[in-house]
């Protein structure tokens, strides 16, 4: 087996340096994707009161709706260009935490229950 590795990487340097390349790509985006179906499968992820910590994406993700809902609820317009936590978002905004977690619970609270298959 080594000498066929040995062969390639004599004849086909460049061919084989962008196979690795391509099969660790792979595996991380393979790997990335098992633990984002493992963790947003279980049911306590789901629908997940809000919390200081949380993303936009994150709550929208957990309530199963678009970001752009979520912003709207907190009253933004346009979506930030970076993962801002709901915390540096209200201290952004000049209002506590507190108030911008009620907001977006109320909010959330008005969505209709997610249906079932």
């Not at 690795?20 to 789901?46: E, G, K």
């Amino acid at each position: 087996m080594s000498g066929a590795i040995a062969r390639l990487w004599r004849h086909h340097r460049a061919a084989l340096i962008g196979f690795v390349l391509a099969a660790c790509v792979t595996l991380f985006f393979a790997v990335r994707f098992m633990v984002f179906t493992v963790y947003w499968s279980d049911p306590a992820h789901r629908n997940e009161p809000p919390q200081p910590w949380m993303t936009i994406g994150y709550v929208a993700h957990s309530w199963k709706m678009p970001p752009e809902t979520v912003a709207n609820a907190l009253g933004i317009s346009t979506l930030p260009d970076r993962r801002v936590t709901l915390g540096e978002l209200a201290t952004s905004m000049g209002v506590s935490e507190e108030v911008l977690m009620s907001r977006l619970k109320a909010a959330l609270a008005k969505l209709p229950a997610p249906q079932k298959p």
